[in-house]
Nanobody, 127 residues
Framework: QVQLVESGGGLVQPGGSLRLSCAAS????????MGWYRQAPGKERELVAR???????DYADSMKGRFTISRDNAKNTVYLQMNSLKPEDTAVYYC?????????????????????WGQGTQVTVSS
């Protein structure tokens, strides 16, 4: 199986910065897209940013210019650098990897492709 583990959340003042990390582990063959979503209380989960293995990134409009997504393919890790944080950025941030191909068994070869989510990390922006 595959696990996504986030880290880096916490409490920060408005205008501050945080860097989130998400490491994927397990018998992974390939991960094409890795991304971040967030969910604030009483709201639906929304896309923050995502990045392909080739480095192409997409951002939600409200995060453009403030957030930067990056990844280390060798480490199966994705990062989210968040600058100029606002109170409305307060949410649980979830790491997502849709379409992860992994080994269910190596001999005989048995591959599977599934979507995986991390457990979430709380980001609170408050003075």
């Amino acid at each position: 199986q595959v696990q996504l583990v986030e880290s880096g959340g916490g409490l920060v003042q408005p205008g501050g910065s945080l860097r989130l990390s998400c490491a994927a582990s397990g018998s992974i063959l390939s991960i094409n897209v890795m991304g971040w979503y967030r969910q604030a209380p009483g709201k639906e989960r929304e896309l923050v940013a995502r990045i392909t293995s080739g480095g192409r990134a997409d951002y939600a409009d409200s995060m453009k210019g403030r957030f930067t997504i990056s990844r280390d393919n060798a480490k199966n890790t994705v990062y989210l650098q968040m600058n100029s944080l606002k109170p409305e950025d307060t949410a649980v941030y979830y790491c997502n990897a849709p379409g992860v191909t992994y080994y269910r068994r190596r001999v005989p070869l048995d591959l599977a492709t599934l979507d995986f989510w991390g457990q979430g990390t709380q980001v609170t922006v408050s003075s």
